[in-house]
């Protein structure tokens, strides 16, 4: 659960980073696309030469609710295994680029309305069917069908409907938008493409009890609730790929029984999010097991609802913002790393020099006092119940709060769907403090949050921040972009500065999870944003 | 399974007797009282803070300074557990004891009254009862929220229905013994009756049901902290603390075994004194 | 008794009208959109168009008034719709009757050990009454009563299949226990030891309170009968003890245990769900857990009642037993 609700194990609680990701993130994109035909292989070569052969069980948290991916919510669980037998378009990397995957090539219109994409060619789906782009037209457009009540259709409501999809060409797709998106090829990256013919004639029904993609893996069976068999594809178009024979997900709940099950080898990967973090200690220590620990382009937050009059007063917010200890935190969940900014060390627009609140409860005392509070403030902290490792974040949060002596904070766990999303993120944000973490797809994304509640909107303010000087460096950086690095970095850096000294939010640390593997499980690629990793280049040492 | 119908009430001397030479119930008394007076006492006898962090002392074993080691956050295990006895023992007690006193209401009078009362209750009963307890108590808490209110009254649901069947049929039973019939002839009211002639009665197995009671309510505790439905934390609770102790099972076992062995302890004690109990009841042994 | 039994049946049916009113009512109290849930649930509220909820709200038939959409839940039930999980887009009778016959799979072996281990205990101590080994068996047995299941399961686990290595950590065998026995001829007996090996410790942890109870119950049930007068009119008669005790005590003793043996059965299926969770066991169980926590209404509802029902109908066939046996209660 929530690594820990056995049941705890909670589910898709693991979207979480979807909530930076979709709602927010849908803004800027990193990459512009290239141009020109495809690599074959993708991203780094394994250690040592691949062997052929073997079989891998991945250990999954949660249920599988549906093998379809057009329906398939953001469970990462979920994610995790239609990789497996699907492709997209265009792949997220995990070096948080884009490159081509079922299609070869992407373009641009001079006026951003037109996206046309080149696709491969050869590309056979698992029934012999060839891969066309009326599979793409028809998985796009099911998507955002209301019949289909598929979650993906909102990310593109979001992101402006297009107005048609054309297929020129068997091997030609082109996306016609009314008004450019903010987020076009993140959108795009997100579709997994269903055959056409094989599910209409199946229909939905059908095709979650049998799936059919052009992915490495083809499927064979699964028993509701437990397990997932696939077996490799023969005929998939990465020559050479996937090395495993077989690949089964079981799903195992709680995190002690992953621990016994990798130990004694019934199952060779634990998938995000992984084992228990304390667990992670015994699994160093053992010789047949690997850690991978990965930090994500993400980073754990406490927000301030500035529509509460005690926290309008910068002050107030800066000086809880120093009664917090980012290494105790970190100690306390072991994976993640210590940071005071919101911007992911993994981005290239990083500023080390950025400013940072260190813990020093004189000067939250100080501070508190001049906002004409000397006797403390008293307030109550929203978080997450039963879902690792966000709730340990705020109960050590509280706890460092309560220990400056002048601030009473109570801490009101609640749960992710049916307390924090009503009361935190929609109107009428009956919240105080809030924490939690939020993922980014960009540098530039990690701050559409704080940009406030004007026309550049695409997700709710919810901490009703507004600051006319973050929203002119923001515009600056979006404008210099891809065409003024200097600019662009220089807007980046005041960025970082202004939202510190501004505190909408206390950055608390930057987030994580680990993978753990058998040692001769190999290949393993980790990815900063959840929800984008794959397996087809796992293979097993002998 | 028939229950037999107590005959003695507490004050007679071959129950109290019974109770006093067995050497289970006096240990399991003994072991109550001492958790009770934990309970009770433990923000003066506990050695440290519950609520105190000190992460980089986290998941250490028992050792001079921490008896019982310390947590995932590095505070004081055997604090906790002193504190969360507490807990556990407040919202056991207040659940088995308002479970009883509701069963006791009734099941009296819609044994002694029958009627309209009777079907109603009777009926509510039969659908409270078909229900598998951990799923009703479930199902229910998802409804309310969890937390130990919510718990308590919960637990209540669970036990009230069953307990106000068993009365009422004692209750049914004992309105025609003589002595009943007798005081009704003489005029005495219905209240005076109850209260003198048919309760007293009831006691003997309703404290029975009270020690077993707490056993299952220290259990229920428990097992909805650990799927995340009790208490909340930071608050200390065995339940809450089994399940943080689980996380952290392989690197530091001695949490959830220390908590582990509380609840089993309590639950075998309470478990015992119902059983001896039982049987200084029972007019079937007594005879002997 | 066939009046009795069909007062019994008629008697049923407002309970089961009221076990459907409180599932239906709680499950609408439970704070949480499962159509929220169902886009995704990443991204706030606001953002989703307000249409598509409204869709697909309508198309699950949730903007209808409260009483209209539990009159047209319990008359759907009344001819076995169950109704469309939400979020597993299947239907909810078809996903229960899946993970059925694992948890009665579990369900069935932790009763049969139980019963298995506990009766002939029970006896055995019995006429050993008073005994060390009575003794200490009692004490066993409320050893056993007591301890939290749950984190037995765990230790367990830990013992014996990461320290040992005998079992498997967790998880039902790719065959049932039937199936396996059925494969015999084609695929040899591996199925069925794989089969046995995953169902050993939930089903041992399961059976734990049981056996305890089976244990002291049949002690007691023995005692009596050992008690009464017909065992010493037969000693009287000369009977070799043996024969008393096989031929009238157990015969005597047995009818409660089968009673009380189909109460616990009925309450076993509905209590497999921590054994469930912890072992990974794919049962009806866990998939009502799992259900509760994507608030899928038609789910839970399903599961809640379905295991109901069983329950009250167990219960009911107990209690036409003790009416076949005992006349009394029959004109109660």
Redesign the interface.
């Known amino acids: 659960m929530k690594s820990n609700r056995d049941a705890s194990t909670l589910t898709r609680r693991d979207l979480l980073q979807m909530l930076g990701a979709t709602g927010a993130a849908a803004v800027v994109a990193a990459c512009a696309p290239p141009s020109g035909s495809s690599p074959s292989g993708s991203a780094s070569a394994p250690a040592g030469t691949p062997q052929r052969g073997g079989s891998v069980t991945v250990a999954l948290t949660s249920n599988l609710t549906t093998l379809d991916p057009r329906i398939a919510g953001t469970n990462n669980a979920l994610r995790l295994v239609t990789h497996v037998y699907t492709n997209t378009l265009i792949r997220l990397n995990e070096k948080l680029e884009y490159e081509p995957e079922l299609a070869e090539s992407w373009d641009r219109s001079p006026d951003g309305l037109t996206y046309t994409l080149k696709l491969r060619k050869g590309v056979k789906f698992h029934d012999g069917s060839a891969f066309t782009s009326k599979d793409v037209k028809f998985t796009l457009e099911s998507v955002m069908d209301p019949a289909l009540k598929s979650s993906f259709r909102t990310s593109w409501v979001i992101n402006n409907v297009p107005t048609k999809i054309e297929t020129p060409d068997d091997y030609t797709v082109r996306i016609v938008w009314p008004k450019e998106p903010d987020e076009p090829l993140y959108t795009i990256a997100f579709q997994r493409i269903v055959p056409k013919d094989y599910t209409e004639k199946v229909g939905t029904d059908g095709y979650t009890a049998k799936p059919i993609g052009t992915g490495p893996f083809r499927f064979v069976s699964q028993t509701s609730g437990d397990k997932v068999t696939f077996e490799r594809n023969p005929d998939f178009w990465k020559s050479g790929l996937p090395y495993l024979d077989q690949l089964m997900f079981r799903i195992i709940p709680d995190p002690a029984t992953r621990l016994a099950a990798i130990q004694a080898n019934e199952i060779q990967v634990v998938a995000p999010p992984g084992l228990n973090p304390d667990d992670l200690a015994i699994t160093a220590k053992d010789p047949d097991l690997t850690n991978y620990n990965q930090l994500f382009a993400g980073y754990h937050y406490m927000a301030f609802n500035e529509r509460n009059p005690l926290f309008k007063d910068k002050r107030v917010r800066q000086a809880i913002c120093s009664a917090v200890d980012s290494q105790e935190i970190i100690n306390a969940v072991i994976v993640g790393e210590v940071g005071h900014n919101n911007v992911s060390k993994k981005f290239k627009e990083f500023d080390p020099n950025s400013p940072k609140y260190s813990l020093d409860v004189n000067k939250t005392k100080s501070l508190l006092a001049e906002a004409g509070f000397p006797n403390g403030i008293d307030f109550t902290i929203s978080g997450l119940a039963a879902l690792q490792p966000y709730t340990k974040v705020a109960e050590v949060v509280q706890n460092q709060l309560n220990r400056t002596g002048v601030i009473r904070a109570k801490l009101q766990l609640l749960d992710f769907t049916s307390g924090f999303v009503p009361k935190v993120f929609s109107a009428p944000f009956d919240y105080q403090v809030a924490i939690s973490a939020f993922t980014s797809v960009s540098a530039l994304a990690a701050f559409s949050t704080y940009y406030g509640v004007t026309a550049q909107q695409t997700t709710e303010n919810f901490m009703a921040f507004t600051d006319p000087a973050l929203q002119r460096a923001y515009d600056d950086a979006k404008a210099a972009r891809f065409s003024d690095p200097k600019k662009y970095q220089d807007s980046m850096n005041a960025l970082q500065k202004i939202i510190i000294d501004d505190a909408p939010a206390a950055f608390l640390g930057y987030w994580g999870n680990s993978v753990t593997t058998r040692k001769a499980v190999q290949g393993f690629i980790g990815h900063p944003i959840q929800s984008f990793e794959y397996m087809e280049q796992l293979w097993l040492k002998k | 399974?028939i229950a037999t119908i107590p005959l003695f009430r507490w004050t007679q001397r071959p129950v109290l007797r019974r109770l006093l030479t067995s050497r289970t119930a006096v240990i399991s008394i003994l072991v109550i009282v001492a958790f009770a007076l934990v309970a009770i006492f433990a923000s003066v006898i506990a050695p440290q803070d519950p609520?105190l962090?000190n992460?980089?002392q986290?998941?250490e074993p028992p050792s001079s300074a921490h008896l019982l080691g310390t947590d995932?956050?590095g505070r004081d295990v055997l604090t906790r557990l002193m504190y969360g006895t507490r807990l556990s023992f407040l919202v056991a007690f207040t659940s088995v004891a308002f479970a009883a006193a509701g069963a006791l209401a009734v099941g009296t009078i819609a044994g002694y009254y029958g009627g309209v009362g009777d079907f109603v209750s009777g009926?509510?009963i039969?659908?409270?009862?078909?229900?598998?307890?951990?799923?009703?108590a479930?199902?229910?808490i998802?409804?309310?929220?969890?937390n130990i209110f919510n718990l308590v009254a919960v637990i209540i649901v669970l036990r009230l229905p069953g307990e106000a069947r068993l009365v009422r049929s004692m209750v049914l039973s004992l309105r025609q013994r003589t002595y009943v019939e007798a005081a009704r002839s003489i005029g005495a009211d219905d209240r005076r009756i109850m209260l003198k002639h048919i309760i007293p009665h009831t006691l003997g197995t309703l404290s029975v049901l009270l020690m077993l009671g707490m056993?299952s309510a220290i259990?229920l505790e428990?097992?909805f902290g650990?799927?995340?439905l009790g208490a909340?934390?930071?608050d200390p609770s065995w339940g809450t603390m089994?399940?943080e102790g689980?996380?952290?099972?392989?690197?530091?076992p001695h949490v959830?075994l220390a908590t582990?062995a509380a609840?089993?302890i309590a639950?075998?004690c309470f478990?015992?004194l119902g059983?001896v109990m039982r049987d200084a009841f029972d007019p079937?042994t007594i005879r002997r | 008794m066939i009046r009795y039994i069909v007062r019994r049946l008629l008697a049923m049916i407002p309970v089961m009208f009221g076990i459907t009113l409180i599932v239906f009512v709680a499950m609408r109290l439970v704070p949480g959109d499962p159509i929220v849930i169902l886009f995704g649930a990443d991204i706030d509220p606001v953002k989703v168009d307000p249409q598509a909820i409204r869709d697909l709200r309508h198309a699950y038939g949730l903007d209808l008034p409260l009483p209209l959409q539990y009159w047209s839940f319990v008359s759907h039930l009344a001819v076995g719709d169950f109704g469309r999980s939400i979020v597993q887009h299947a239907p909810v009778l078809e996903l229960i009757l899946q993970r059925l016959p694992a948890t009665l799979e579990l369900a069935i072996s932790a009763m049969l050990i139980a019963v298995l281990i506990g009766i002939p205990l029970g006896v055995f101590v019995a006429v050993r009454k008073g005994s060390v080994v009575d003794r200490a068996t009692l004490l066993g047995a409320s050893f056993l009563f007591a301890a939290p299941g749950f984190w037995i399961a765990i230790v367990l686990i830990l013992l014996f299949a990461v320290d040992l290595r005998w079992l498997p950590t967790s998880g039902r065998a790719d065959f049932s226990l039937y199936d396996s026995i059925l494969l015999i001829p084609t695929k040899g007996v591996s199925p069925l030891v794989d089969a046995l090996r995953h169902l050993v410790l939930p089903a041992i942890t399961l059976s734990l309170t049981y056996t305890a109870v089976f244990i002291r119950l049949t002690r007691s049930t023995v005692l009596e009968a050992l008690r009464e007068d017909y065992v010493r009119t037969a000693r009287s008669k000369g009977l070799a003890e043996r024969t008393v005790r096989y031929r009238h005590v157990l015969r005597n003793a047995l009818l409660p245990l089968i009673t009380a043996g189909g109460l616990y059965f009925a309450q076993l299926l509905g209590g497999t769900v921590l054994i469930e969770v912890v072992f990974a066991w794919p049962g009806v169980g866990r998939l009502g857990i799992d259900a509760l926590r994507f608030f899928d209404y038609s789910l839970v509802q399903g599961v809640v009642i379905l295991t109901a029902l069983l329950f009250s109908f167990a219960n009911l066939i107990v209690d036409v037993l003790y009416g076949v046996v005992d006349p009394r209660i029959r004109y109660s």
């Open positions: 399974m609520l962090m992460v980089s986290r998941l995932q956050f009926r509510i039969d659908v409270l009862l078909s229900f598998p307890p951990i799923l009703l479930l199902v229910l998802a409804a309310v929220g969890p056993a259990y428990a097992a650990f799927l995340g909340q934390p930071p089994m399940r689980l996380d952290v099972l392989r690197a530091a959830s582990g609840i089993f639950s075998l478990n015992s059983d079937m």
